[in-house]
Nanobody
Framework: QVQLVESGGGSVQAGGSLRLSCATS?????TGWFRQAPGKEREFVAA????????YYGESVKGRFTISKDNAKNTVALQMISLKPEDTAVYFC????????????????WGQGTQVTVSS
């Protein structure tokens, strides 16, 4: 069982920045970020594999969000800039054991989530 703990959420005005962090208790194939706004389905935001390679991003955040990892600390960060009100959501860190279902689906472990609120 892998434990995931998110931190760094908060409130910011449109155009501002926030940095989320996810501490993981174990190494898996990939760690990603998802978000869910009220009344909407959970949306893939970004993911990165622990073995290296290019990160993956959802279309709505490309060019504004950057995912990175610290192998030594077992943490994954999500740097968010140029935030928009539509980025408001609960952000979840998730991890998957293997490549089944691709990088955007099939995550096995989930954190509790952290709220991000962007005001206009």
């Amino acid at each position: 069982q892998v434990q995931l703990v998110e931190s760094g959420g908060g409130s910011v005005q449109a155009g501002g920045s926030l940095r989320l962090s996810c501490a993981t208790s174990g190494r898996t194939y990939a760690t990603g970020w998802f978000r869910q706004a009220p009344g909407k389905e959970r949306e893939f935001v970004a993911a990165i594999t622990w073995s290296g390679g290019s990160p993956y991003y959802g279309e709505s955040v490309k060019g504004r969000f950057t995912i990175s990892k610290d192998n030594a600390k077992n943490t994954v960060a999500l740097q968010m800039i140029s935030l928009k009100p539509e980025d408001t959501a609960v952000y979840f860190c998730a991890a998957k054991r293997g490549l089944a279902l691709g990088i955007r689906r099939g995550y096995d472990y989930w954190g509790q989530g952290t709220q991000v609120t962007v005001s206009s």
